[in-house]
């Protein structure tokens, strides 16, 4: 079992639509936790970053994680067609040396 | 400020080839690390460095060797390049090396294929 889930999609929602998307992962030593964006053939961007349990608003981004389900989520409210892209959770323990990212979820938001 | 580059940007090697992957940042960030990134497999990291003349292996790092003489730039070698090494390749950078607001700013990319 990896230690962090992603279902990959693909996921395809039309303008203006709420997105959810979703990461389980099994170690619970987890405290910090992102979502990064990575357009078609760039590197991948930092979103949004997490400590521990609770929610987190940015714009129409909001990232929720809940520790006792060992499960995090990434809303976009209002979606654009610029949102598609590649979203990747990623988490770790204590610093940038111990992340484990997942595969990523590929979203298309149609016009 | 060009951020983070890496060169080259597409490389078809031979098995058996070797070749240095080139990365460097112009933003005086301590902290360099090494992923590669497969279908499915997410990121993966190979090898960071806290500073200059410090390095340290991650999660995958068979295969592959790093140096950092200066603090701008961070080169991945491949020793003996396989098939299983074709894969996408990120340089990232962030200061200093630990969470908080330290995000870690990625490179485009090395795209490397070895037949």
């Known amino acids: 079992q990896k230690e962090v889930e992603q279902d990959p999609g693909p996921l395809s929602v039309p303008e203006g639509a709420i997105v959810s998307l979703n990461c389980t992962y099994s170690n619970s030593a987890f405290q910090y936790f992102m979502w990064y964006r990575q357009y078609s053939r760039k590197g991948p961007e930092l979103l949004m970053y997490t400590y521990s349990s609770g929610n987190k608003e940015d714009g129409r981004f909001t990232a929720q994680v809940d520790k006792s389900s060992k499960y995090i989520s990434l809303f976009i409210r209002d979606s654009q067609p610029s949102d598609s892209a590649t979203y990747l959770c990623?988490?770790?323990?204590?610093?940038?040396?111990?992340?484990?990212f997942g595969a990523g979820t590929r979203l298309t938001v149609k016009p | 400020n060009a951020g983070v580059t890496q060169t080259p940007k597409f490389q078809v090697l031979k098995t058996g080839q070797s070749m240095t992957l080139q990365c460097a940042q112009d933003?005086?960030?301590?902290?360099m690390s090494w992923y590669r990134q497969d279908p499915g497999m997410g990121l993966r990291l190979i090898h960071y460095s806290v500073g200059a003349g410090i390095t340290d292996q991650g999660e995958v790092p068979n295969g592959y060797n790093v140096s950092r003489s200066t603090t701008e730039d961070f080169p991945l070698r491949l020793l003996s390049a396989a098939p299983s090494q074709t894969s996408v390749y990120f340089c990232?950078?962030?200061?200093?090396?630990?969470?908080?607001?330290?995000?870690?700013?990625f490179g485009p990319g090395t795209r490397l294929t070895v037949l």
């Open positions: 990623a988490m770790g323990t204590y610093n940038n040396n111990d992340m484990r």
């Open positions: 990232a950078s962030s200061s200093p090396a630990g969470w908080g607001t330290d995000t870690q700013y």
């Open positions: 933003m005086n960030h301590e902290y």
